[in-house]
């Protein structure tokens, strides 16, 4: 087993930076490919960015156009998002996640552990 638990989100104005962080904690965080999601009221959960073990490959959603990078610490089992230039369609509950398997890091069905997410509203 695996346990997520996110922290770092808030109300922030547009413009705005937020960093989002994920403690991981039960079995071996650095064998797990993580990513983040998010769902936005009345939407379906998206895909925001993911990182494989060893930081050597990084995806993003189309929608994050450079201002979001996504990181981890495996010394301290933890993953971050740094989100710069947020704006009012960003607000959502932000989750992280992490997978054991091969795949597509886009792929939600993929990932087999989930956090409890965290709340981010972008003011305008």
């Known amino acids: 087993q695996v346990q997520l638990v996110e922290s770092g989100g808030g109300l922030v104005q547009a413009g705005g930076s937020l960093r989002l962080s994920c403690a991981a904690s039960?079995?071996?965080?650095?064998?797990?490919?993580m990513g983040w999601f998010r769902q936005a009221p009345g939407k379906e959960r998206e895909f925001v960015a993911a990182i494989t073990w060893s930081s050597s490959i990084t995806n993003y959603g189309d929608f994050v156009k450079g201002r979001f990078t996504i990181s981890r610490d495996n010394a301290k089992n933890a993953l971050y998002l740094q989100m710069n230039s947020l704006k009012p369609e960003d607000t959502a509950v932000y989750y992280c996640?992490?997978?054991?398997?091969?795949?597509?890091?886009?792929?939600?069905?993929?990932?087999?552990?989930w956090g409890q997410g965290t709340q981010v509203t972008v003011s305008s």
């Open positions: 996640a992490a997978r054991s398997r091969g795949g597509r890091l886009t792929n939600q069905g993929g990932y087999d552990y």
């Open positions: 039960g079995r071996t965080f650095t064998t797990f490919a």
